[in-house]
């Protein structure tokens, strides 16, 4: 039997698995420890992961990437808004939901978003299958906690199509506090710890108040901004530099997919750089019609730029906070993790807010899938793991334990 956690992301994937001396990240057939979630079309083939990212370029208009973000309503406003920055051609489908067509094999096919999943569960479930030598069934799978039931219902089906067999979804929160939790040994066993995660994804923000004791951890509450994570930031750079190149080139870029595509990749790449240094150049060659373009950025402009999307943290820390009845000066550590925490505004204003500094204790891009899997190996009965408990105190349901 396995114990598996995936973490299911926008941007990548990644899977964790119990092993005897603890839990291990699973390599790709890249020897990467991250996989893209998307998939991509060719004219003879189906590209998966890394191998997907590779061919995105060359096929825009057949590449399904944040399939994340799709398992919703096709006239959801959220939806439409995730859809005109993406190449493709939607439609809605007899359930409401949205329907993908491309062409493939030179027929036109349609595809729904829980497909699209599949495809993608069915690449991860290849990758722990050859780390293990054996078949994989039994996963945890984290989700966000503003999941709808449809959002929910859908990864299920995606999991289930593969032969996956998902124990539970994990909310992502409560897998990073778990995987914080479990290893770590100098809680007081009196007075309570807490501790404020705040998790940057690559499309939206979540934080969670957690007040963990010795062999214990309660999520007080959480909050969420399902629309603000590190892809807003790259988009604030993409349309900075798509109006400066109209302006010095004549170039549209919004007219051309393979443009978008490319650009929205070299401002990603801007973004990274911007985070370890006070200015950094952005150049693509041949972006369109045959043009090579170049810009330059300061990391102070860029801030002023992205000035409203920094001010929406506060809102759901200051909710999170409310809810779970507590004040700035009762926290005690404030952990930031996700693959969108790395720019240094971002940490300027937390540590502003909650006025101290912030721990990375955890990986970053790794803790809830070592969360869910930690959650696999607590709810089978065949791996032996030290006794901890988990409970989520915020639900308006009876709060979730387990134990083993």
């Known amino acids: 039997m396995s114990g598996v956690g995936i973490d299911f992301g926008n941007e990548s994937c990644v899977i964790a698995a119990v092993k005897q001396r603890g839990i291990d990240v699973l390599l790709n057939d890249e020897s990467t420890r991250e996989t893209p979630s998307l998939v991509c079309f060719g004219e003879k083939q189906r590209f998966l992961g890394s191998a997907g990212a590779a061919s995105a370029l060359t096929h825009p208009k057949s590449t399904i990437s944040q399939v994340k973000r799709l398992s919703r309503r096709f006239a959801d406003p959220d939806v439409q808004n995730e859809l005109k920055m993406l190449p493709l051609e939607t439609s809605k489908g007899p359930d409401g939901g949205i329907l993908i067509h491309l062409n493939y094999l030179k027929e036109t096919h349609v595809f729904t978003p829980v497909q699209i999943a599949a495809m993608l569960f069915a690449h991860l479930k290849t990758i722990a299958e050859k780390d293990f030598g054996t078949t994989v069934s039994d996963c945890v799978i984290g989700v966000p906690s503003y999941f709808t039931n449809l959002q929910r219902r859908a990864y299920l089906d995606a999991a289930a199509i593969v032969g996956l067999k998902p124990s539970m979804l994990f909310h992502d929160c409560t897998a990073t506090a778990l995987s ?17 995660f705040v998790d940057i994804g690559h499309c939206d923000t979540q934080v969670s108040i957690a007040t963990f004791q010795v062999g214990q951890v309660k999520i007080l509450s959480h909050a ?30 919004y007219s051309n997919s393979r443009a978008c595509k490319r650009l929205r990749v070299a401002c990603e790449k801007l973004k990274k750089v911007l985070s370890a240094n006070l200015e950094a150049a952005l150049s693509v060659e041949c972006l369109m019609d045959e043009k090579d373009v170049k810009g330059f950025i ?42 969108g925490s790395r720019i240094p505004a971002i940490t300027k204003v937390l540590t502003s807010l909650f006025k101290r500094e912030l721990s990375r204790t955890l990986n970053a891009s790794e803790c809830v899938a070592r969360g869910c899997a930690l959650q696999c190996a607590m709810l089978s009965p065949v791996f032996l793991v030290k006794e901890y408990e988990d409970r989520m105190m915020y639900s308006s349901k009876k709060p979730t334990h387990s134990q083993c």
């Open 224 to 253: 969420f901004d399902r629309s603000l994570g590190g892809r807003d930031f790259d988009e604030v750079l993409f349309s900075h530099f798509a109006a400066k190149f109209k302006e010095q080139y004549s170039i549209d870029v």
């Open 180 to 196: 914080y939790g479990v290893y770590k040994t100098d809680f007081p066993s009196a007075a309570p710890i807490y501790v404020a």
């Open 298 to 339: 300061k990391r102070g402009e860029f801030e002023n730029l992205a000035s409203g999307l920094l001010e929406r943290i506060h809102i759901p820390c200051n909710k999170a906070l409310a809810d779970a009845g507590l004040t700035i000066e009762k926290i005690n550590s404030v952990e930031l993790v996700g693959s």
